[in-house]
């Protein structure tokens, strides 16, 4: 189980991005997008009703303290692949409360709400900060108290194990950086090298890439992030989106070469037969002369 939390000012978009997905280009695509991400409202604190209804009931009690200029909490759980299906829909919201008392808002709004646009369940969690009364919920030592949520869920719901980052373990417990990192990119470096080999398109490389595990961001450039959550630049790997596009340029050059080869080896070797064929025609044609240079003479 991966955690990530971070604190923001916009309820509205928080809350636009969470229920319809990223902006798009017109309405028909933005109802793809919707219908993609199939986004839920399994639990409700304090607040209830419909995406509008909620950030209005969010942005009202938020200003019972307008010197917070970050009363936003959202909180991503992402589960590895192999714990698909483990939790119900009872346990998700179940985990949520718990986040909730970990982090000091369980007396205050918030809701948990699943996806399912991606290979890997998970869940998030919009959290109002502040409260009709109490102190506002603090984000300090936020990473370090999401690492020990996490480790804590897993062992109770019988989950996946996943190491939490070196700052936040024991000195016993931690593995070194180099160890950690480049196991994870020697994985992704050899995904990228056999996709390079069997795709004609960026688009089918990220295809395949998705199928091993791996979400990918085009743009300018190229990155995929892994089950754990852990990202990183094509160009980490050595495998920048220009030097994808140079090797697919190389795999079909060679492609086209071995195919050009294929339909020319049956001529290539009807001239070896004739190189071959050459000596044994030209001895015979000596041997001839001979017999009959020697025949005239006696």
């Given at each position: 189980m991966i955690g990530k939390i971070a604190t923001?000012?916009?309820f509205?978009?928080?809350m636009q991005y969470l229920h319809d997905g990223r902006l798009q280009e017109n309405e028909e695509l933005q109802k793809l997008e919707m219908e993609k991400k199939q986004a839920e409202v399994i639990y409700y604190n304090q607040c209830f009703g419909?995406?509008?209804e909620l950030i209005r009931q969010f942005v009202e009690v938020s200003k019972l303290n307008p010197k917070v200029s970050r009363p936003v909490f959202?909180?991503?759980?992402?589960?590895?692949?192999?714990?698909a299906n483990r939790l119900d829909r009872q346990d998700k919201a179940d985990i949520g409360a718990a986040l909730?008392?970990?982090?000091?808002?369980a007396d205050k709004q918030y809701v948990v709400i699943t996806h399912a646009d991606t290979e890997h369940e998970h869940l998030h969690i919009v959290a109002n900060r502040i409260g009709y009364d109490g102190p506002t919920a603090s984000d300090s030592n936020s990473y370090k108290r999401m690492a020990e949520f996490c480790r804590g869920m897993e062992l109770s719901y019988k989950l996946t194990q996943v190491l939490s980052p070196n700052k936040f373990l024991k000195p016993e417990q931690r593995v070194t950086q180099s160890q950690r990192v480049d196991q994870r990119k020697e994985a992704l470096k050899q995904q990228l090298g056999q996709a390079i080999k069997e795709c004609?398109?960026?688009k089918q490389i990220a295809a395949y890439m998705e199928k091993q595990g791996y979400s990918v961001e085009l743009g300018r450039g190229i990155a995929f992030t892994d089950a754990q959550m852990v990202r990183f630049k094509g160009s980490q790997v050595g495998?920048?989106?220009?030097?994808i596009e140079k090797k697919l340029k190389q795999e079909q050059q060679l492609r086209q070469q071995q195919e050009l080869i294929t339909r020319q080896q049956p001529s290539l070797a009807q001239q070896l037969r004739?190189?071959?064929?050459?000596?044994?025609?030209?001895?015979?044609?000596?041997?001839?002369?001979h017999k009959k240079s020697h025949g005239m003479s006696l």
């Open positions: 923001g000012k916009s509205r978009g928080c419909n995406k509008k959202h909180i991503s759980i992402s589960l590895a692949h192999q714990d909730a008392q970990k982090f000091d808002f004609v398109s960026i495998y920048s989106l220009a030097d004739d190189v071959m064929e050459k000596p044994k025609e030209q001895d015979q044609k000596e041997q001839q002369e």
